[in-house]
């Protein structure tokens, strides 16, 4: 079952505090008439979740050099994607401690956003799956603003604010000063009265806003990606047989979506298309494969290509190195 289909299932939220306080908390079953409403329902597939992390964490950010060409592209969207690949790629790239391994226990995360007319401002709602298969809701929303002047420190009366600087990720300092995250009245009750100090409060919601933090610069990077022609494609799925036979079943039909994958069959520049004609010193570098990756000129994105780069006259890097990993029981093995 897809994650989003898990939330439009889901009940209300009650959990007793150590005090015996029954507190009804916000949870996934909040937002299901938004997301049935919702038009665009974005599910990446594992190639195209790849492609947005690694956009999003590489070391040569273009995201965080792209801020002032960030829109999200509708009033209301949700995306969906599997959170323990992502986890291992995070992991790879050094992002998430690879001692920790909470990210696993999620089989799938999504977020559902809304944003105003021209997509610079908005908040965002993460939701995952639990390990009993259910839609759990953050306690935290995350409120977005690409303007000049950044989100509103001011938050509501009835919210706790607070923002994200990760030192490991000094590149997208200036993405996080955008980004407020915003604790819900209901959710500092419960924190209140669970914790018994300051201090263990201070904990709890900082490994709230810890564990989507990498969210927002995956759903951003995400839109930036929408924004430029040839990198990712999607297409509908028809879904009217399949819920013509739930309802006479009196099952509850199953949420339309779009699969989002990687646009293999053209439609980016080339690297000579793009203006990538080697020259200087790096024309006498060996001949070599290039990935695909963004490329920004002025105030326009582009999506090169795979191609290769360098002079065969001075040689042809052509070995690869390839490692395929095996999860049987728990245990890792490498081939």
């Known amino acids: 079952m897809r994650l989003q289909d898990a939330v439009m299932a889901s009940k209300p939220v009650k959990v007793q505090s150590k ?11 909040s937002l299901a008439q938004r997301l049935s409403d919702t038009p665009v329902r974005y599910v990446l597939d594992d190639a195209s979740a790849a492609l947005v992390t690694n956009t999003a964490f590489a070391s040569n950010n273009m995201l965080a050099q792209s801020l002032d060409l ?83 420190d001011a938050a509501p009366e009835t919210e706790a604010s607070y923002d994200v600087n990760i030192d490991s990720l000094p590149a997208l300092g200036d993405l996080y000063k955008c ?24 904990e709890a ?14 759903i951003t990077a995400f839109c930036l990606l ?38 293999l069959d053209g439609g980016a520049e080339s690297a000579h298309d793009a203006g990538g004609q080697e020259s200087g010193p790096r024309a006498s570098r060996r001949m070599h494969h290039v990935c695909g990756h963004l490329v920004r000129r002025q105030n326009s994105l582009f999506w090169r290509r795979a191609h290769l780069r360098g002079d065969p006259n001075a040689g042809v890097v052509s070995a690869r190195n390839i490692m395929v990993t095996a999860l049987r029981d728990g245990a890792r093995r490498q081939i």
């Open 226 to 263: 929408l924004s430029v022609r040839g990198a990712l494609d999607y297409k509908p799925n028809d879904l009217t047989r399949l819920n013509a036979s739930r309802e006479r079943k009196g099952v509850r039909p199953l949420l339309d979506y779009l699969t989002v994958s990687l646009d």
């Open 205 to 218: 919601v900082s490994k709230s806003v810890v564990s989507i933090a990498c969210d927002f610069v995956f």
């Open 19 to 29: 005090t015996g306080k029954i507190h009804i908390l916000p949870g996934a079953d």
């Open 70 to 152: 960030l829109r999200f592209p509708s009033a209301s969207f949700w995306i969906e994607w599997d959170d323990r690949g992502r986890a291992e790629l995070l992991r790879k790239l050094d992002i998430v401690d690879p001692h920790y391994d909470g990210y696993l226990k999620h089989r799938r995360a999504g977020a559902l956003v809304r944003a105003d007319d021209d997509g610079r401002r908005g908040e965002i709602s993460i939701l995952w799956e639990s390990e009993d298969g259910m839609a759990d809701l953050s306690p935290l929303t995350i409120h977005f603003d690409f303007g000049e002047t950044g989100p509103d």
């Open 179 to 202: 980004a407020r995250f915003r604790l819900s009245e209901p959710w500092r009750d419960y924190f209140n009265t669970y914790c018994r100090t300051k201090q263990e409060f201070d």
